[in-house]
Nanobody
Framework: VQLQASGGGLVQAGGSLRLACGASGRAFDYYGMGWFRQAPGKEREFVAAISWPGTRTYYANSVKGRFTISRDNVKSTVYLQMDSLKPEDTAVYYC?????????????????WGQGTQVTVSS
């Protein structure tokens, strides 16, 4: 099972980025997917999750209304659209596959993780 995250970069505050995470086919179908992030010196935290096939979404309070998670089940890809970015959004962002269909904020219920992509928001 492989998850490949991309789309990170450097952006000014108020700007936007879209992250993508591609998965090998069997790793994607029928599973919830999530995004987490880890800033320097901080613990990894939940950002967003989406159920299979995409009917339910969950967000951390800190990103609600600014970030949107979605999935393309034909392309086996999950996306994180990030708008109105703030310097405090700076972190390495990881996609992960949940071991449940519903999607979850609980990182212990994710069994496969991507390699991470750096997002840096300048003030």
């Amino acid at each position: 099972v492989q998850l490949q995250a991309s789309g990170g970069g450097l952006v000014q505050a108020g700007g936007s980025l879209r992250l993508a995470c591609g998965a090998s086919g069997r790793a994607f179908d029928y599973y919830g997917m999530g995004w987490f992030r880890q800033a320097p010196g901080k613990e990894r935290e939940f950002v967003a999750a989406i159920s299979w096939p995409g009917t339910r979404t969950y967000y951390a309070n800190s990103v609600k209304g600014r970030f949107t998670i979605s999935r393309d089940n034909v392309k086996s890809t999950v996306y994180l659209q990030m708008d109105s970015l703030k310097p405090e959004d700076t972190a390495v962002y990881y996609c992960a596959r949940s071991n449940v269909q519903s999607g979850t904020k609980d990182s212990t219920q994710y069994d496969y993780w991507g390699q991470g992509t750096q997002v840096t928001v300048s003030s």
